[in-house]
C-alpha cells in the first residue's frame, strides 16, 4: 500500500474507479479526506480490479472500496482489526451477498447489520413528551462524555470520535446532554449540505427506561427539525427503534453490513 500525502491525489484515484457497476461504500468527505492526510493515516491500493483506501488507525483501520471484478483478489494481506461496510439500496438484490462473499474470503466476518432511519423535514417537531431538560454539552463534559461513549460503543465498530474531534463538536455545540449532576444521556450529531445525521445516542446504563432517549431525540427532532434528518442505527434494537420512530423517524430501505477483520 502506499501512503497518500498531498489532498489533489485523492480525486483522480476515485475517478479511475468509478465504473459502471463498481461497489463501493465511499461515505468519506472531502473534509475527512484532508485530516486523515495531515495525520499520516490515509493509505491506498490499486489493482486492475478495484481500489482499497485505508485510514489507519491504533483500532480499528477503517477500510472504503471500489470494487468492479469480484473474482480478482487485491493481492495484499490487509490488517487485522480492520472494519468496513457494504452499503444496500433498496434495488440492491445480488451485489451485497456477493461482496460479503467476497470480503469472508479475505479474512472479514460479518457482524452485524445496520438500517438507516430519515425523517423529513415537513414534519413537526413535538417535544411535550420529554421528561427530562435537554441543553448543549459544556467542554468541562468531555471526560464524562468520552468515558459514556466508550462504555455504550464497541471501539472497532462504533466510530467513535477522538478526543480532539469530540471537544470540537461540542464547542460547536452539536452533542446534546441530559445532566443530573452528572452527565446521564448524550446524543452527537454531524451536518452536511442540507442533511442532519445522529452519530451517537448514548444512555447511561443506570439511567435508562427513565426517558432521557426519548428526551434527547426529541430536543434534537425540535432543534433541526426544519432539515432532512438521518440516523444508521444497529438493526434488532427495538428500545432504540421505539424512541425514532416516535420522533418521526422511519426506515427508508438503506442498510449495512460491518465486517470485520
Given at each position: 500500500?502506499?501512503?497518500?500525502?498531498?489532498?489533489?491525489?485523492?480525486?483522480?484515484?476515485?475517478?479511475?474507479?468509478?465504473?459502471?457497476?463498481?461497489?463501493?461504500?465511499?461515505?468519506?468527505?472531502?473534509?475527512?479526506?484532508?485530516?486523515?492526510?495531515?495525520?499520516?493515516?490515509?493509505?491506498?491500493?490499486?489493482?486492475?480490479?478495484?481500489?482499497?483506501?485505508?485510514?489507519?488507525?491504533?483500532?480499528?483501520?477503517?477500510?472504503?472500496?471500489?470494487?468492479?471484478?469480484?473474482?480478482t483478489s487485491p493481492g495484499i494481506a490487509l490488517p487485522l482489526d480492520?472494519?468496513?461496510?457494504?452499503?444496500?439500496?433498496?434495488?440492491?438484490?445480488?451485489?451485497?451477498?456477493?461482496?460479503?462473499?467476497?470480503?469472508?474470503?479475505?479474512?472479514?466476518?460479518?457482524?452485524?447489520?445496520?438500517?438507516?432511519?430519515?425523517?423529513?423535514?415537513?414534519?413537526?417537531?413535538?417535544?411535550?413528551?420529554?421528561?427530562?431538560?435537554?441543553?448543549?454539552?459544556?467542554?468541562?463534559?468531555?471526560?464524562?462524555?468520552?468515558?459514556?461513549?466508550?462504555?455504550?460503543?464497541?471501539?472497532?465498530?462504533?466510530?467513535?470520535?477522538?478526543?480532539?474531534?469530540?471537544?470540537?463538536?461540542?464547542?460547536?455545540?452539536?452533542?446534546?446532554c441530559v445532566k443530573d449532576q452528572a452527565i446521564l444521556g448524550i446524543?452527537?450529531?454531524?451536518?452536511?449540505?442540507?442533511?442532519?445525521?445522529?452519530?451517537?445516542?448514548?444512555?447511561?446504563?443506570?439511567?435508562?427506561?427513565?426517558?432521557?432517549?426519548?428526551?434527547?431525540?426529541?430536543?434534537?427532532?425540535?432543534?433541526?427539525?426544519?432539515?432532512?434528518?438521518?440516523?444508521?442505527?444497529?438493526?434488532?434494537?427495538?428500545?432504540?427503534?421505539?424512541?425514532?420512530?416516535?420522533?418521526?423517524?422511519?426506515?427508508?430501505?438503506?442498510?449495512?453490513?460491518?465486517?470485520?477483520?
Amino acid at each position: 500500500m502506499r501512503q497518500i500525502i498531498d489532498f489533489s491525489e485523492v480525486s483522480p484515484l476515485i475517478t479511475a474507479h468509478m465504473k459502471p457497476g463498481v461497489i463501493t461504500n465511499n461515505f468519506v468527505s472531502a473534509s475527512e479526506y484532508r485530516v486523515e492526510i495531515s495525520s499520516g493515516s490515509l493509505y491506498v491500493h490499486e489493482w486492475h480490479g478495484g481500489l482499497l483506501i485505508i485510514r489507519r488507525r491504533n483500532v480499528p483501520n477503517l477500510l472504503t472500496f471500489y470494487l468492479h471484478d469480484l473474482d480478482t483478489s487485491p493481492g495484499i494481506a490487509l490488517p487485522l482489526d480492520t472494519v468496513t461496510e457494504i452499503p444496500q439500496k433498496p434495488a440492491d438484490v445480488s451485489s451485497v451477498p456477493a461482496a460479503v462473499k467476497y470480503w469472508s474470503r479475505l479474512g472479514f466476518r460479518p457482524v452485524f447489520e445496520r438500517i438507516r432511519l430519515t425523517r423529513r423535514p415537513d414534519l413537526s417537531a413535538d417535544s411535550n413528551g420529554c421528561l427530562h431538560n435537554v441543553c448543549p454539552a459544556d467542554p468541562g463534559d468531555l471526560p464524562e462524555i468520552l468515558t459514556l461513549l466508550h462504555s455504550s460503543f464497541d471501539q472497532r465498530t462504533g466510530c467513535l470520535p477522538d478526543e480532539a474531534t469530540l471537544r470540537g463538536d461540542i464547542e460547536s455545540g452539536t452533542v446534546l446532554c441530559v445532566k443530573d449532576q452528572a452527565i446521564l444521556g448524550i446524543l452527537r450529531v454531524t451536518a452536511r449540505t442540507g442533511t442532519v445525521e445522529v452519530r451517537h445516542l448514548a444512555v447511561r446504563e443506570d439511567a435508562r427506561s427513565r426517558g432521557v432517549a426519548r428526551s434527547l431525540v426529541g430536543a434534537f427532532a425540535e432543534r433541526y427539525g426544519d432539515n432532512r434528518c438521518v440516523v444508521w442505527m444497529r438493526e434488532g434494537l427495538a428500545p432504540a427503534m421505539k424512541t425514532y420512530t416516535a420522533a418521526g423517524f422511519a426506515p427508508d430501505g438503506r442498510r449495512t453490513v460491518v465486517l470485520v477483520k
